[in-house]
């Protein structure tokens, strides 16, 4: 199989183009850099026009498109609201219609998120859930989501919405996990959460998210249907603090963590996904317990830091 994604020096792009990779299909990775980073080494194109994809698209005739770029962070878009809109919204209407101008009809994959449900009304939260974001970030994953059903509806495009949950990896060096980690590896005694511990999430690691994602691609499910969307997560909701302290005992069982009780308006309380859909395209797969999945982020960073000391040294 022939998978063209752009985006491909992101967190998400990248992880799931080295998987594909590995499992045998080509992979061509696109993005507006001239190179693709450290973090891919495949075949890659770098793009001076956004226009210029829809030449890419012939020329590569891929049989898959992944629309990895755009923006990945709900506190830049609170604080340049603007500039997550054309990273978003604007980065993925110029996809659907490269692909439109193309003349191709591959299985065009929009991954959008778990924002986009804001604070579910009902849990676990299922993909027929009404969408109510509560950040910039989760708007413009929905007005990303509803551009994809335009595509779709108007120009006969194949696609498939996957709404990933809360997604880490050894690779991604931002956002909770990673930013805990480094609490617990520090000198400081106490590791800090901002909020009251309370909040849940459903975390899932990078290498289960590519599988379950390969998987659904190589099933090729959105060909039988207008718009796919699916939940990509474990189905299992864990607190904030449970997390904390299952990165804990495997850093430094001897801190202390505690919380200073902040609540941010534009983070859900909440979230737990409804994974019915994904089980039933995909039966055999099984995302790992959370605490084998960071015992494997934690082992590659403290691999990194020691190559790290060995060169400083």
Same mark, same amino acid.
């Given at each position: ?37 450290? !973090? ?26 992944? +629309?990895?770029?755009? /923006? ?10 603007? !500039? ?7 980065? @993925? %209407? ?7 101008? /193309? ?17 579910? %009304?009902? &849990? ?15 708007? !413009? ?12 509806? @108007? ?10 949950? /809360? ?45 379950? &994602? ?26 904030? $603090?449970?997390? %904390?302290?299952? &990165?804990?005992? $495997?850093? %430094?069982?001897?801190? +202390?963590?505690?919380?200073?009780? !902040? ?18 395209? $995909? ?6 317990? &959370? ?5 494997? @982020? ?9 190559? /790290? ?5």
């Amino acid at each position: 199989m022939r998978i063209l994604i752009t985006g491909i020096s992101g967190f998400i792009g990248g992880s799931f183009g080295r998987y594909a990779a590995e499992a045998g299909h080509a992979v061509m990775g696109a993005g507006r850099s001239r190179e693709a980073g450290k !973090h891919w080494n495949g075949l890659y194109t770098g793009l001076d026009d956004p226009r210029d994809l829809a030449g890419l698209i012939r020329d590569f005739l891929p049989d898959v498109l992944v +629309q990895a770029a755009g /923006s990945a962070s709900v506190g830049a878009s609170l604080e340049n609201p603007l !500039h997550d809109f054309r990273g978003s919204v604007q980065t @993925c %209407a110029e996809f659907l219609d490269a692909v439109r101008r /193309s003349g191709r009809n591959p299985l065009v994959v929009i991954p959008s998120s778990a924002a986009v449900y804001g604070n579910p %009304a009902f &849990l676990p939260v299922s993909e027929e859930a009404s969408l109510q974001p509560i950040s910039p970030y989760g708007f !413009h994953k929905a007005a990303s989501e509803l551009l994809a059903r335009e595509f779709s509806k @108007c120009f006969g495009l194949k696609i498939m919405i996957c709404r990933f949950f /809360s997604v880490f990896g050894p690779a991604q060096r931002r956002l909770l996990v990673w930013e805990l980690y480094q609490q617990l590896a520090g000198p400081e005694q106490t590791t800090w959460l901002a909020g009251t511990g309370e909040e849940t999430r459903d975390f899932l690691h990078i290498e289960d998210l590519t599988t379950a &994602l390969l998987g659904l691609i190589e099933n090729s499910p959105a060909a039988a249907r207008e718009c796919l969307v699916v939940n990509i997560a474990s189905g299992t909701e864990t607190s904030v $603090l449970t997390l %904390a302290e299952t &990165l804990r005992d $495997l850093v %430094a069982p001897e801190k +202390q963590i505690s919380c200073r009780g !902040h609540l941010r308006e534009n983070d859900p309380l909440r979230w737990w996904a409804d994974t019915d859909r994904l089980q039933t395209l $995909l039966p055999s797969w099984q995302p790992r317990p &959370l605490r084998d999945a960071l015992k494997l @982020c934690i082992a590659d960073w403290h691999h990194a830091d020691s190559l /790290s000391l060995q060169h400083g040294s």
